[in-house]
């Protein structure tokens, strides 16, 4: 049996991050695009609003709020390394 590659355990952590949730999983994927640094930048995020208590308890809407954050955080990333 072939060993399970990073892409394919990267996939794994999402779907279990997201409760098996295909909406969620779609909305995390479209931004992800098999980037790992997205992929850490957006697990790290939905975690958050998890932890902060965020009030949206929808699976679906919470992967948005976490891409966007994520989106966001990039942004300024990218814009600081631009800078520097």
Same mark, same amino acid.
């Given at each position: 049996?072939?060993?399970? *590659?990073?892409?394919? *355990? $990267? &996939?794994?952590? =999402? =779907? &279990?991050?997201?409760?098996? $949730?295909? @909406? @969620?999983?779609?909305?995390?994927?479209?931004?992800?695009?098999?980037?790992?640094?997205?992929?850490? /930048?957006?697990?790290? #995020?939905?975690?958050?609003?998890? $932890?902060?208590?965020?009030? !949206? %308890? !929808?699976?679906? %809407?919470? @992967?948005?709020?976490?891409? #966007? +954050? %994520?989106?966001? +955080? /990039? +942004?300024?990333?990218?814009?600081?390394?631009?800078?520097?």
């Amino acid at each position: 049996m072939p060993d399970i *590659t990073t892409e394919q *355990t $990267n &996939q794994l952590e =999402l =779907l &279990q991050t997201l409760n098996y $949730n295909n @909406a @969620a999983v779609k909305e995390a994927v479209e931004f992800i695009q098999d980037d790992q640094f997205k992929h850490r /930048l957006f697990i790290q #995020q939905y975690q958050r609003l998890l $932890n902060t208590g965020y009030p !949206e %308890s !929808e699976v679906v %809407s919470r @992967a948005i709020t976490a891409v #966007q +954050a %994520s989106t966001e +955080a /990039l +942004a300024v990333i990218n814009t600081t390394a631009a800078t520097e």
